[in-house]
């Protein structure tokens, strides 16, 4: 068995760069507003007020 790796091509790269920045910081940012908006959802179900700030 050969433990070393090939060495990364630039098209790989190139690969690695779209898919991070077309689709996982789009998808990570609308996770982290959502799951913002749905803590303050619940914040003011439970309390039935609007949080201090």
């Known amino acids: 068995m050969d433990d070393r790796q ?3 091509t ?3 790269e190139l690969r690695a760069f779209l898919f991070l920045t ?3 910081a789009p998808v990570l ?3 982290v507003v ?3 908006g749905f803590f ?3 914040y003011q ?3 039935g007020s609007l949080p201090s700030g």
């Open 10 to 12: 630039k098209a790989q």
């Open 22 to 24: 077309i689709v996982t």
């Open 34 to 36: 959502g799951g913002y």
């Open 6 to 8: 090939q060495p990364v």
């Open 45 to 47: 179900l439970v309390t």
């Open 40 to 42: 303050i959802w619940m």
């Open 29 to 31: 940012a609308v996770a």
